[in-house]
Nanobody, 114 residues
Framework: QVHMVESGGGLVQAGGSLNLSCAAT??????MGWYRQAPGKQRELVAT???????NYADSVKGRFTISRDNGKNTVALQMNSLKPEDTAVYYC??????????WGQGTQVTVSS
């Protein structure tokens, strides 16, 4: 059974930084990462990283966010710098295993005030 625990998030002023962390247990995950969903919008990819260390970022966060992963511990982190009000959303940890299956964390709120 897959279990995922997220931590981090909160309220920060524009230009500030936050760090999100996620730990997953129960399977080997080919990819781990973060998605976000703002009110009234669809859930969107923020950043992902595979077991080989190849990362993928949304254009809107490139240069500001950095994803890191520890394969041995099944953890993934997201360092968010230079935060903007438009980064405000619920952030969800995501893990993908094979055969293809997607798992989600419970979500953590990130609010950036202007």
């Amino acid at each position: 059974q897959v279990h995922m625990v997220e931590s981090g998030g909160g309220l920060v002023q524009a230009g500030g930084s936050l760090n999100l962390s996620c730990a997953a247990t129960g399977k080997i995950f080919t990819s781990m990462g973060w998605y976000r969903q703002a009110p009234g919008k669809q859930r969107e990819l923020v950043a992902t990283m595979n077991t080989g260390g190849i990362s993928n970022y949304a254009d809107s966060v490139k240069g500001r966010f950095t994803i890191s992963r520890d394969n041995g511990k099944n953890t993934v982190a997201l360092q968010m710098n230079s935060l903007k009000p438009e980064d405000t959303a619920v952030y969800y940890c995501n893990a993908v295993s094979l055969p293809l299956a997607y798992y989600w964390g419970q979500g953590t709120q990130v609010t950036v005030s202007s």
